[in-house]
């Protein structure tokens, strides 16, 4: 093996997770869910989402669902056919960028609720000329229901209810802080007389584990959503009494008939003060020069957003001190100053993907992603396998932690012992495009004792597209049927 592998290999073993270490994990997270579930304020939240059953499948009618998460505002219609299908329509509007710190939210959820009116006017004209004709003697059923995801800090306090904590990604109106966002929204939808209620503010991991459940074959309810995109996270489905922080926190009313209810765990921040996380020089350096120093210190090692900033890191330092991408034959480097790889953020995980994709003898895809991602030049075989080797490490090492995660959900309900089968529904580009992260996460699943391969057997996981339209569907349709009320503010 050539110098430049051995240090590659050296490298890529900094990011080995072995069983042991697995099993540690898996322990402090099965504790910090005992904790989370008893007290707020905890490292991992825990959060209860007021949701206390998932759909079968055979669920009909049609819904309204809007997500407001950034950039983009979506409306969509969702006709549930009732076979684990649906139809979707979908509109999506940019938000003029004045109403994101315009002086009060009123002009923005006025803004909103125009969107909604247009949506039903194309769309569903007929059955929204309908509703306004019975508008004098309108009655609860008449309306749609319509789930509201809102990807902001809220503070969940009843299924379509919850305040606004702060704004995050460029949006600051002061007056909605501390406010209910359903019933903003509502007061909107009410001043322009829309036949519209706001059933349920959902979260868009809790959507996945809906859209799962609603779409997965046979009536088997999902048990666990988890999301491998920019962020990461999970929701489940946990038994109300070990909830047992219920009893000091402020909520309305719920239905409990179910005895469970969904927690969204906001796995992201599991272990931030790093009592089992592995932590190289270059998670280390990530954290430092993140915005966010100390926090989210899991989703850091896992997932879409940070992924391609260790490989950017690691390369950098193999480039720099250990021969990466020079030439045997001269001493310069091929790399331009004005490459990617010397700006952070630099490599987009997909690159990850990409490279791990490549079975040609001369990695000449990765040679390529190399030179349009990096404007590195005649890189060697040996380059492209050195970038191949710490790419799988860090992806792999990314894919047993999120093993750490749904196997102490796991154990922790024990849901194994239970259920015959598990379903499992997943989403986000990391765990749907890289082409052995699923793999090396179920591998990883089977090495822990209380899953081994019995418990594997049971585990169905299969992608869940779309939660924020569908599964919000499904929430608002779990929401009326419990007879919420109308949010008043
Ligand atoms: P979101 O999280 O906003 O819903 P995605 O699920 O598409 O969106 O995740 C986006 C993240 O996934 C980004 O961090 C991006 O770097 C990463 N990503 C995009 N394409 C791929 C890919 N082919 N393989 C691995 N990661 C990818
Ligand atoms: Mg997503």
């Not at 430092?288 to 899991?298: A, K, L, W």
Request: aromatic share 6%.
């Amino acid at each position: 093996m050539s110098a430049l592998l051995e240090e590659a290999t050296r490298i890529a073993a900094q990011f080995d997770y072995p069983p042991e270490q697995v099993q540690r994990a898996v322990k402090e997270y099965i504790r910090e869910i005992d904790e989370g579930l008893s007290e707020e304020g905890a490292t991992l939240s825990q959060i209860p989402t007021f949701v206390t059953s998932v759909p079968n499948g055979t669920e009909k009618g049609l819904y309204l669902a809007v997500d407001l998460g950034g950039t983009n505002f979506r409306v969509c219609s969702i006709d549930l056919h009732g076979n684990n299908t649906f139809s979707l329509t979908q509109a999506k509007i940019m938000i003029p960028r004045e109403l994101m710190t315009s002086g009060s939210s009123k002009e923005l959820f006025l803004f909103l609720a125009r969107q909604i009116e247009s949506f039903l006017r194309i769309h569903h004209n007929e059955h929204f000329e309908a509703h306004l004709r019975r508008m004098v003697e309108a009655k609860e059923e008449d309306l749609f229901d319509l789930g509201f995801t809102f990807s902001f800090p809220v503070r969940q306090l009843g299924i379509n209810k919850g305040t606004l904590i702060r704004w995050t990604k460029g949006f600051d109106i002061p007056d909605a802080v501390g406010q209910d966002v359903c019933a903003l929204l509502q007061d909107a939808i009410d001043e322009l007389n829309l036949p519209v209620r706001v059933a349920a503010l959902v979260n868009d991991t809790v959507g996945t584990l809906m859209a799962r459940s609603y779409t997965s074959p046979g009536e088997t309810g999902t048990f666990l959503g988890a999301i491998f995109g920019t962020g990461t996270n999970g929701a489940y489905v946990e038994k109300l009494d070990r909830v047992t922080k219920m009893g000091n926190i402020e909520h309305s009313d719920y239905d409990k008939s179910t005895g469970e209810m969904i927690i969204n765990a906001e796995w992201g921040s599991f272990d931030n003060h790093l009592s089992v996380l592995p932590n190289t020089k270059y998670d280390q350096q990530l954290d430092t020069d993140s915005i966010n120093p100390g926090i989210q210190m899991f989703e850091k090692r896992v997932s879409g957003m940070f992924l391609g900033e260790i490989l950017r890191l690691a390369l950098l330092d193999l480039h720099e001190s250990l021969g990466l991408f020079k030439s045997s034959t001269s001493s310069n480097a091929f790399v331009p100053k004005s490459s990617q790889i010397y700006r952070q953020w630099g490599i987009d995980t997909s690159l990850l993907s990409l490279v791990e994709a490549d079975k040609t003898k001369n990695f000449e895809q990765i040679k390529s992603a190399l030179k349009d991602h990096l404007k590195i030049e005649h890189a060697s075989d040996d380059d492209a396998k050195s970038v191949q080797i710490v790419a799988h490490a860090i992806a792999k090492r990314a894919a047993r932690l999120g093993a750490v995660a749904i196997s102490a959900i796991l154990i922790s309900t024990g849901k194994l012992q239970t259920d015959d089968v598990v379903d499992i529904g997943v989403d986000g580009s990391l765990v749907e495009y890289h082409p052995s992260f699923s793999s090396l996460l179920r591998e990883a699943l089977r090495e822990v004792p209380e899953v081994g391969a019995a418990g594997d057997k049971k585990i169905r996981i299969g992608i869940s597209k779309d939660g924020s339209g569908v599964g919000a569907a499904l929430i608002a349709l779990v929401a009326s049927k419990e007879g919420t009320q109308r949010p008043v503010s």
